[in-house]
């Protein structure tokens, strides 16, 4: 996957996590304030697997980070796991 085509579907999938944490606000007051979020859509594996490589070179240069997975449950749409280096 080119990196043009990931950033773009990113963009969008990130659009959604916004809109959902803005709607959600105590979901956000658990995440970790200073960490990269990086992406999962329940739809595309290989974005996904273009985002593995993007997490963990975030994990390398020592980044928190919580991976943020698109799931198929209505009641909660986003599974959130912090990752530490």
Known sequence: MSTNKQTTKNIKLSHKLTMYLIKHPAVS????FDASFVVYTKDDDELN???DL???????EGKPVVKAKETN???NPWAFS???A
């Open 73 to 75: 449950d209505k009641n």
């Open 49 to 51: 697997k273009a985002n």
């Open 29 to 32: 007051k658990k995440l970790p």
């Open 54 to 60: 993007l997490l963990q070179e975030l994990i390398e």
């Open 82 to 84: 912090s990752i530490s």
